[in-house]
């Protein structure tokens, strides 16, 4: 977890599903290490395809994906199951395993690093477990621990989804639509998290995400991706009408960009967001 | 907003579109059903002498007698209940790999033809052919009828446990495949939970079909509480052959009850 350098860097990536349809088209980018990014586009764009490739949950049809200094396209299989444990992924439907308790749930992001019997009977070492307690105390879960993942609401299932992740230790985060389910304030409240627990850990993060204003709020960097193509990278500020409809099409943006006149200063706006929030809390 | 050039009507568009194909469909199921039920031959006298027949037959049947061959009746209880639970055991212990292998979400394709093609050998064979094929290769008795229910019970278990595993929601298994997890690790903590309900219901409601095979198969010869009516019958004891049937019927619906009520607890 080096605080300098790159922590991904994608050259020429593309992927062809078998369909015919090119989701991604040579897609070069670079994440930092301890940045966090915001993927946005229309839907269909290739958003959740390339965070998809990163631990190849879809193979890439070409291109190269460095994960720090491990070429992650071409692994054994059980090299890419080790960098695997070096990105953490979040859901947008959290994808948790519901009939599994809440401290299962989060231990299940040592798989990668625990033999088969160990995890059969949950045998986790203590390390771990602390870990794992640490992790839903951080995320106010303390009192859910052995509650069933299915008997929690949208919110705190999607903290589960984070504290899973976190506990495997990752140099970054592949997060995919992690608000997509939630209503605007648990939205804001995940976002929230999510931004903090990268800047605690020095995590990079790449986060798919629809609400463009949600990403503006949080977020160092935005990306814009149509058709498979990078056609908007830069600051939240940068992001203005024309780019808008450079990503997603003609469209009145007005609203969208309701915080523009804040947006200059993307801190400002996230101050702003802040003090709102305190006061619903 | 009743606009002049809006229609008032409206009906659901029929489940075949084409017209001519759904009427002669309909007339062609018509005819035949007429054709084939005056084809049957029905013998009216025949069947006005046979009532007074049968009626003596069900009446032999009365009253049940429990007592005058209840040690033959004991005896081949406790081997159909043997039977019937080692046989659901090792026939679940066969099914679960079987039925992981038979599922195209998470076997390879090769796995997958294998397995599928042992569970279509199971599944067509009737028990009782099973049966008479094992007595004459085992010889007569609770063997033959073990391994009959157990042959059975992989064509019933794997192949709807597979059916289940491939209609399983697929993003828990992709989380945890995210996280680095071997592949057994990932069926344990991916697949694994959202089929045990359905796994143990599976299985209790097998508990229940055996034991009922097992009464049957035992007419050919494989052992149990089958053989012990078959003897009755051809002895003409009809009343042991009834307290049979009772017992049998009596066991039946309790586990038909327990395997329900284990069910509910599960979910």
């Excluded at chain 2, 409206?10 to 759904?22: D, G, K, T, V």
């Excluded at chain 2, 199921?29 to 054709?35: A, R, S």
């Excluded at chain 2, 491939?166 to 828990?172: G, H, K, L, R, T």
């Excluded at chain 2, 344990?188 to 009464?215: T, V």
Aim: charged fraction near 20%.
């Amino acid at each position: 977890m080096s605080s300098h350098g790159t922590t991904l860097r994608l050259r020429a990536l593309s992927k062809r599903y078998r369909t015919g349809d090119l989701a991604l088209d040579r897609v070069d980018l670079d994440v930092p290490a301890g940045q966090v990014m915001a993927l946005i586009g229309p839907s269909g764009a290739g958003k959740s395809t390339l965070i998809r490739c990163v631990n190849r949950l879809v193979e890439p049809t070409s291109g190269s994906i460095v994960l720090g200094s491990t070429d992650i396209t071409g692994l054994t299989p059980r090299g890419l199951r080790r960098a695997r444990q070096r990105m953490g992924m979040i859901f947008q439907e959290y994808a948790l395993v519901e009939r599994l308790t809440v401290m299962e749930n989060v231990l299940s992001g040592q798989l990668g690093s625990v033999g088969f019997w160990r995890s059969y009977f949950r045998r986790f070492p203590e390390a771990t477990v602390r870990q794992a307690f640490a992790m839903l105390e951080r995320v106010g879960l303390s009192d859910h621990i052995d509650k069933r993942a299915d008997a929690l609401s949208g919110g705190q299932r999607q903290r589960v989804g984070i504290a899973r992740a976190l506990v495997q230790n990752p140099e970054i985060l592949l997060v995919d639509e992690p608000t997509a389910s939630l209503d605007p304030k648990t939205s804001r409240q995940i976002m929230r998290l999510v931004c903090e627990l990268c800047a605690e850990h020095g995590l990079a993060a790449v986060i798919n995400i629809h609400d463009v204003q949600l990403a503006q709020l949080f977020v160092q960097r935005i990306v814009g991706l149509r058709a498979g193509r990078v056609v908007f990278d830069g600051p939240p500020g940068e992001l203005n009408a024309d780019v808008l409809t450079e990503i997603y099409g003609e469209e009145d943006w007005t609203a969208s960009l309701g915080g523009k006149q804040a947006a200059s200063s993307a801190q400002a706006a996230l101050e702003v967001e802040e003090e709102r929030l305190a006061g619903l809390t | 907003m009743n606009g002049a050039g809006q229609p008032i009507r409206w009906s659901a568009p029929p489940l075949i579109a084409n017209a001519w194909l759904r009427r002669s469909l309909i007339a062609g199921t018509v005819i035949y059903v007429m054709l084939a039920l005056a084809s049957l031959d029905v013998n009216w006298q025949r069947l006005a002498e046979g009532v007074p027949r049968a009626i003596r037959f069900v009446s032999a049947f009365f009253p049940p007698d429990f007592i005058s061959r209840w040690s033959d009746i004991e005896a081949g209880l406790l081997e159909s209940l043997t039977m019937t639970l080692t046989s659901t055991v090792v026939g679940i212990g066969l099914s679960v790999p079987i039925g992981v292998g038979a599922a195209r979400n998470v076997a390879p394709r090769w796995v997958y033809f294998f397995c599928r093609s042992i569970i279509a050998a199971s599944r067509s064979f009737q028990e009782i052919i099973v049966a008479i094929i094992l007595v004459a290769l085992v010889g007569f008795g609770p063997l033959a009828g073990f391994l009959t229910l157990s042959f059975a019970t992989i064509g019933f278990l794997a192949k709807l446990l597979a059916e289940d595993i491939e209609a399983i929601d697929p993003s828990a298994p992709e989380a945890i495949r995210a996280t680095g997890a071997s592949y057994l690790q990932w069926l344990n903590y991916g697949i694994q939970p959202q089929i045990m309900p359905r796994l143990i219901g599976l299985s209790m409601y097998r508990l229940d079909i055996n034991f009922r095979e097992s009464a049957v198969i035992g007419i050919v010869g494989a052992g149990g509480i089958g053989a012990t009516l078959n003897t009755a019958i051809d002895r003409y004891e009809f009343d042991s052959a009834a307290a049979i049937l009772l017992i049998i019927i009596a066991i039946v619906m309790l586990s038909e009850y327990s395997s329900s009520w284990i069910r509910r607890k599960v979910q």
